[in-house]
């Protein structure tokens, strides 16, 4: 006999299966994900800076007269 599983998701931070209208299962792992969600944001706005210093580090001095 094959038991059928009704429709679900698991839970984006734990793994444990949710319902399928919904991504997390508790409020400790919505914490957890809202947590994550914001660390990753600031990690993006980080490299965004380094790559805007890394190209005004090689751009303006060549404006300047000054360089490589």
Do not use: W
């Amino acid at each position: 006999m094959v038991e059928k599983i009704p429709q679900h998701m698991h839970c984006q931070i734990c793994g444990k299966a949710v319902a399928s209208a919904e991504t997390l299962c508790s409020d400790e792992c919505k914490t957890q994900y809202q947590a994550l969600v914001k660390k990753r944001k600031n990690y993006m706005y980080i490299m965004y800076a380094a790559i805007f210093l890394m190209i005004a580090l090689l751009v303006v001095p060549k404006f300047l007269g000054v360089g490589f």
